[in-house]
C-alpha cells in the first residue's frame, strides 16, 4: 500500500509537470507559427499537444494508485484508459519521426520542399499520424490475445494488456523506426559534409564554383541536431521498457512486471518532458520566444501592479501609472 501511494505521488507530480512543460512550448510553439507562418513548426506543435496528453492521461491514473484496495478500478475503464495512455504515447513517437522525416526532405529536397510540404499535406500527415495512433492505442480492445485473462482491480498496463502486445509493437514499430531514423540521420551527415565541401570550393574559387544544388540553411542543420537529440532521448527513453517486455514473453517464469510497470514505465513516459525540455534548451527561435513571453509576461505584472497602487495614490498615481502603460504599449509597438 504504501509503495502505491508513493508510485501515485511521483506519478501525479510528473504528469504535472509534463503537462505544464508541454502547455509552455505549446504556447511559444504556436506564437511562432502566427508570427513566421511556418508550416514545419505545426509538427513540434503536435509533438507539444501529444505530450501534453499523455500527461493528462496518465493522471488519470493517479486516483488508482492513491486510493485504497476496496476501491477497485473497473477492468473496462482500466482498459480504456491504457488505451489512451498508448494512443498518446504512440502520437508522441510517431510525431518524432515526422519531424525527423521533415528536416530530412527539407535537407535533401531543398527545391521541392514548400512544393511537397504544404498546408494540405501537413494536415493529413497529422490526421493520419492521429488516426494510427488512436488504431494502436485500441488495438488490445479489439484482439483478445493481447489482453489479460485475469485482472485483480489494482488498474496498471499489464493488468489488462499481454506483453505480446508490447512485442508486436516492437517487432512491428519500434525497431523499424529506429532503422529508419538511423538512415535518414546517416544520409543527412553525408549531405551535410557535401554542403561543407560546396562551401569550402565556393570560398576558394568565387561565385563560377558555386554548387548546382541549392544551398541548404544553416537552421535545418541545426533542426537536425535537435532532432538527433530527440530521438536520441526517446530511444533511451523506451528501449528498457520495450526490451523487458520481450524478455517477459521469452520467459513466462520471470516476474518482471513491477520492474516494469514502476520503473521502466516510468522511464518511458519521463520522455514526454523530456521533450519540451530538449526544445525549449536547444531550438534557439523557440527559447528566444520564450524570452519575448517571459518579457510580456513580467511587464503585465508590472502594469497590474501599478494600476493596485494608483488605486490608493490618488490622482497622481493614476496619471503615473497612465503614462506607464503608454510608454511600455509604444515600445512593444517599435519592438
Known amino acids: 500500500m504504501e509503495s502505491s501511494v508513493s508510485f501515485g505521488v511521483i506519478l501525479a507530480v510528473l504528469a504535472s509537470l509534463i503537462i505544464v512543460a508541454n502547455a509552455l ?17 505545426c509538427f513540434t506543435l503536435n509533438l507539444a499537444v501529444a505530450d501534453a496528453l499523455l500527461g493528462l492521461a496518465i493522471s488519470g491514473l493517479v486516483t488508482d494508485q492513491l486510493s485504497s484496495p476496496a476501491r477497485p478500478t473497473e477492468k473496462t475503464l482500466c482498459r480504456l484508459r491504457m488505451a489512451f495512455v498508448t494512443s498518446s504515447a504512440a502520437a508522441s ?22 512544393q511537397i510540404m504544404n498546408g494540405f499535406m501537413v494536415g493529413a500527415c497529422l490526421a493520419g499520424l492521429w488516426l494510427v495512433s488512436n488504431l494502436i492505442g485500441f488495438l488490445p480492445l479489439g484482439i483478445h490475445g493481447f489482453q489479460q485473462t485475469t485482472y485483480k482491480g489494482s488498474c ?5 494488456f499481454h506483453p505480446r502486445f508490447v512485442l508486436t509493437l516492437s517487432c512491428v514499430g519500434f525497431f523499424p523506426a529506429l532503422l529508419l531514423f538511423v538512415f535518414f540521420y546517416c544520409d543527412i551527415l553525408k549531405i551535410a559534409s557535401t554542403h561543407s565541401q560546396q562551401i569550402r570550393n565556393t570560398e576558394h574559387a568565387g561565385a563560377l564554383a558555386r554548387a548546382h544544388r541549392p544551398p541548404r ?35 513466462q517464469e520471470c516476474h518482471l512486471y513491477l520492474v516494469l510497470e514502476q520503473y521502466l514505465w516510468l522511464l518511458g513516459v519521463g520522455n514526454s518532458l523530456l521533450n519540451p525540455l530538449i526544445y525549449a534548451y536547444w531550438q ?25 497602487s494608483a488605486r490608493d495614490g490618488g490622482p497622481e498615481g493614476r496619471r503615473e501609472s497612465v503614462r506607464y502603460i503608454t510608454t511600455m504599449s509604444h515600445s512593444e509597438l517599435e519592438g
Open 284 to 308: 534557439k527561435e523557440v527559447r528566444q520566444q520564450f524570452s519575448q513571453m517571459a518579457l510580456a509576461m513580467k511587464k503585465w505584472l508590472a502594469a497590474c501592479l501599478l494600476l493596485l
Open 217 to 251: 540553411t544553416p537552421s535545418d542543420f541545426k533542426a537536425v541536431r535537435t532532432v538527433a537529440i530527440l530521438i536520441g532521448s526517446f530511444t533511451l527513453s523506451w528501449s528498457p521498457f520495450l526490451i523487458t517486455s520481450i524478455v517477459q514473453v521469452a520467459c
Open 156 to 160: 496498471s498496463f499489464f493488468a489488462v
Open 25 to 41: 512550448v505549446a504556447m511559444a510553439v504556436l506564437s511562432l507559427i502566427l508570427k513566421n507562418d511556418s508550416i514545419s513548426l
Open 93 to 114: 513517437v510517431l510525431t518524432v519521426m515526422l519531424i525527423a522525416f521533415d528536416r530530412y526532405l527539407a535537407i535533401k529536397q531543398p527545391l521541392r520542399y514548400f
